[in-house]
């Protein structure tokens, strides 16, 4: 009977809490990936095709969506840093993962280890400011996936935060 009570008690404070936090708070934590569906995709200034060009995007590049849908154009992020609008015809739903995930690389040229180890086989360098998710940090290593799917280690004091 006591077991029976505490449990009881448990699970009702489990319930409070959770209906403490707020509902868009959860949400807002994670971000969309967006996979580009034409080549040369333009990210704009502003959300029309009459704003000046800022990059392009080639077709099957992953972009983050950044929450805000103006005039059909998307706010997003590009795998490289870059900040403005994409058509939304142009992009379709990839995956997400949590804002606290991503980084982005501090410098150019930045090796990533099959294993976490300078001796291990190199699996592909990131450039300045390439954006990866970080997926576990062991000491001084970081397990990283580029936004293409290519994952490996590197040194986790090379990468900042993004968001």
Do not use: E
């Not at 936090?21 to 080549?39: C, F, M, Q, R, Y």
């Amino acid at each position: 009977m006591k077991r029976r009570t505490i449990s009881l008690v448990l699970l009702i404070a489990l319930l409070l809490a959770t209906a403490i936090v707020p509902v868009g708070a959860s949400a807002a934590t994670k971000v969309k990936i967006l996979k580009v569906t034409v080549d040369g995709a333009r990210v704009r200034q502003g959300p029309s095709s009459a704003y000046a060009v800022k990059t392009s995007v080639k077709k099957g590049g992953k972009v983050f969506y950044l929450g805000k849908m103006k005039n059909s154009f998307a706010y997003i992020r590009t795998s490289g840093g870059t900040q403005g609008y994409m058509y939304k015809g142009f992009l379709k739903s990839y995956g997400t993962c949590y804002k606290s995930q991503v980084y982005y690389s501090k410098k150019s040229g930045l090796k990533v280890y099959k294993k976490p180890s300078t001796h291990s086989s190199k699996v592909t360098k990131l450039s300045k400011h390439q954006h990866v998710i970080v997926y576990q940090v062991k000491g001084k290593w970081a397990y990283i996936k580029t936004v293409s799917g290519k994952g490996g280690y590197c040194q986790a004091s090379a990468l900042g935060k993004a968001f």
